[in-house]
Every structure is written in C-alpha cells, then in structure tokens.
C-alpha cells in the first residue's frame, strides 16, 4: 500500500511538473532593405525578450584621402539619444569591408528603437548586415503555456446571453402599468387643479359684486350684503376741518424775571466749551482770544 | 677546550649551509591566433588550369588572425607553389597568387594591404592593430604550355604563420 502511494504521488508529481526555457536566437539582416530600419519589424514579439548581441559588417567605399565616419545604431525606444552607437572612422584611410561583434549585457528588447546606418563625409556603405542576437523565456508571463511555473488555471467565466430588458414582457408590462398610473394620476391632478379653478372662480364671483347670490346659503349671502353694504371711502384726499388754538394763559403781575444762576451757569458752560475749543487750535487761538 | 667548541661550531655552519633548488613554472599564451575560416576549392575552367577565382568555379580560401596585442605579431601568409597531394605530373607547374586583407575589425586595420611585404609567394603584414582580420589568399596553376591537367585529385597547402617580432 505504502508503494503504491509513492508511485501515485511520483505521478502526480511528474505530471504537474512545470518548467521554463530559455530559446536564443538572431534576427535575420535588419538592414537587408536599406540603411534604416524599424526594430519592431525585426526582433520577434516575445515578452521579456532580451539582446544579447549585435554583429554588423559592410563595405566602405570611398577614395582613401577623403574623410569618412560611419555609424551604426539603435535609437532609444523613447527617442531620447542613442542606446548603442559605434563609430568607424575611415577618414585618411582605404576602404575595406568591416566586421565587428559586441556582446551586449541583456537589454530589454522594448528598450530598443529604430536602428540605421549613418554616413558622415564622402563615401558609401555597399552590402551592409546588421544582425542581434537575443533571448528570452518562454515563461516570462506565467499564462503564455500551463506547464509554466506560476500559472494560474482560468476561470470559465459562463456565457450569460444578453437580453434587452426593454424586450422583456414583464418589464413592459410594468412600465405600461407605470405609465397608466402616470396618465391616471396626471389625469387626477388635471380634474383638481380644474375644481380649484371653478371653486376659485365662484369664490371671485361672490366676493365681486354678489351677483350669483344662488351660489350661498341664506346666511352667507346676509353677510356678503351686509359686507358690500360697508361704505368704503372714496377718495385717499379728503379735506380734514382745522381752525385757531386761542392762548389761554394769563400772567398774573406783569413781567417775567430773568434767572441769573440759570445765566452763570449758562456762561461758565459757554467758556469752558471756549477753551475745549482752543486747546484744538493751538497757542494761536489762545493768543487771539487774550487780544 | 676552545678548539672543539670551533670545531663544532664549524660543524654546526657545514649542516644548515645545504643547497635547495626551486623552480619558477611560467606559462605564455598565444596572443595571436590563426584560424582557417574558409577552405579554397579549385575551379577548372580549362583543362590546364587550376584557379580560386570565384567566376571559374572556385573558393578563395580565408584566414583570419586574432590578435589581442597590438604591435608584437607579424603576419606571413603563402599562397600554394606545389601540389602537396596530385596524380603524376610530368610537366612544369606554373604558380600564381596574392594575398589581400579582405575585412577587418578595426578601421586602422584597412592600411595593411599599403604597407605589406611581398617576396616570391610570401605575404608579410605587420600586425600593428589589436582585433580580428580576415585575409583572403587567391590560387592559380597554370600547367604547362597550354597543356591538359592529369585526370584527379589536387590539393595545395597556403601556410599561415603568425611570427612574433
């Protein structure tokens, strides 16, 4: 029992058993149709892809006293400077046919922009060959194959067919129902405001002039008579009747004395109000009230 | 009683006064190496000629040299001036054939064809520039006086050397 439990659990091992692998390659001649070229069209799409090398060769052709520089390179991805630029400088010099390897640490792929040969001087480049060398795991994202470490069974997520609600007959049904009520109601609101208006108006009709006395009871139209029975004035300007107040007061004795404390006092306010005054102004002032 | 002690102490000088031998291992590595990337093949666009020219059939072989010090090597290139393998010839052999630096690694490197050294079938190159340089050797066995190549296989050696200097 205890080795076929082993057996089973070597099985089930081996069968869960997950790896990732490492594929290197090179890419075919980028500069096969022409001098320039586009790294997408030229690395193979692979996540986490990687350069590791890069191996030009061409022919300079040129007359050997004239100057003559020539770059290889690859552009940043984001267009900001160069991510590898080698320079040969054929100035003074025969031409030949050049060929020079460079490893390169792993660089992302993506890193990687637009790649050309560049002249500077007189002469050409005939029969260039611009080749990377590149790796990358075919793991890299987990998900790419089920034998990768780290991945993740997917969930099936069931199909639920759409279904347009404003299809659906209940729906509708509820909807007609609601807009029944809607009209019913609306309809309802109509009839009251339309009552309020006749009420209204027989309110305006009785409170005018009492010309639908058939409209009140007995009492009501007594005391809409007696009310429109009120004679209201007729005019905001009605004359008022005025007329002369006679003096009536006698003064027994003859003359009315003045108060002497009532005058001091009056003048010793008088003068302190002077020199509050002055104290304003200055010496001044004070000056010409000694002249 | 000084005497012995003199005399031992002599003694005493005689055994710690043995000679020992020690040795000094150095190992020097090729700084140059010669590597044969392309092997030649004859074509016969006529029946007494042998040619590399790759217009009558043939390959013209290549060699290339990896030097890593710059300035210390000399290349000595020789094209082929006799069959070293081939059926019974029973005239005169007539040899031809350069030797041309046909890629480099380093622009500098483009300068050796002018300055080369070329005495009967050797070609000499100072290698004045570290990296790698191709050289291209061009064959030619023209047999006798118009006369037909022997029926057969032909082989013919280009010795490369690199010749410290």
């Known amino acids: ?291 | 009683m000084l005497k012995p002690v003199i005399v031992l102490a002599a003694g005493c000088l005689i055994a710690t006064g043995a000679a020992a031998n020690t040795e000094i291992i150095g190992t020097v590595d090729s700084k140059c190496i010669v590597i044969s990337e392309t092997p030649g093949i004859y074509g016969n666009p006529t029946p007494n000629l042998l040619t590399t020219d790759p217009s009558n059939g043939g390959v013209k072989p290549i060699i290339r040299y990896d030097v890593i010090s710059a300035e210390y090597y000399k290349a000595r290139i020789s094209y082929p001036d006799a069959f070293s393998t081939a059926p019974s010839l029973d005239d005169v052999v007539n040899w031809d054939g350069s030797v041309t630096v046909s890629e480099v690694s380093n622009t500098d490197m483009s300068g050796y064809d002018d300055n080369k050294v070329t005495y009967n079938n050797v070609t000499e190159y100072d290698l004045t520039v570290a990296g790698s340089t191709w050289f291209t050797i061009a064959s030619e066995a023209d047999y006798g006086s118009n006369k037909s190549l022997p029926a057969g296989t032909y082989n013919a050696v280009v010795e490369a050397e690199c010749i410290p200097l």
């Not at chain 1, 029944?180 to 002039?209: F, P, V, Y």
């Not at chain 1, 010793?268 to 102004?281: F, I, R």
């Open chain 1, 1 to 291: 029992m205890k080795r076929l439990s082993l057996v089973l659990a070597v099985l089930v091992s081996y069968s869960s058993y997950s790896y990732s692998e490492e594929v290197y390659g090179s890419t075919n001649n980028a500069s096969a149709a022409g001098l320039n070229w586009v790294m997408t069209n030229v690395l193979p799409q692979f996540a986490g892809l990687e350069i590791n090398g890069l191996v030009y060769q061409y022919t300079a052709v040129k007359d050997p006293e004239s100057d003559m520089i020539v770059y290889v390179q690859n552009e940043n991805a984001d267009g900001n400077g160069y991510i590898f630029r080698n320079a040969d400088d054929w100035s003074g010099l025969p031409g030949n046919t050049i060929n020079k390897a460079f490893v390169i640490p792993n660089s992302l792929g993506e890193l990687w922009g637009d790649g050309s040969i560049q002249i500077e001087g007189e002469g050409s480049v005939e029969d260039p060959s611009v080749i990377y060398t590149y790796k990358y795991d075919t793991c890299f994202d987990p998900q790419a194959d089920p034998s990768c470490p780290g991945y993740e069974e997917i969930v099936e997520v069931p199909e639920i067919p759409f279904s347009d609600p404003l299809e659906d007959q209940l729906v509708l049904d509820e909807l007609n129902r609601q807009a029944q009520i809607d009209r019913e109601e609306e309809e309802e609101d109509r009839r009251r405001r339309q009552r309020e208006s006749k009420i209204k108006d027989a309110l305006e009709n009785l409170l005018g002039d009492g010309s639908n006395p058939e409209l009140l009871s007995a009492e009501a139209e007594k005391m809409a008579l007696a009310l429109f029975s009120v004679n209201l004035p007729t005019d905001y300007y009605s004359p008022l009747e005025g007329g002369e107040y006679i003096e009536t007061v006698i003064l027994d004795g003859g003359d009315i004395q003045d108060n002497q404390k009532a005058r001091r006092a009056n003048f010793a306010q008088q003068v302190l109000h002077q020199q509050m005054v002055d104290s304003q102004y200055g010496s001044d002032a004070s000056a010409q009230q000694e002249k």
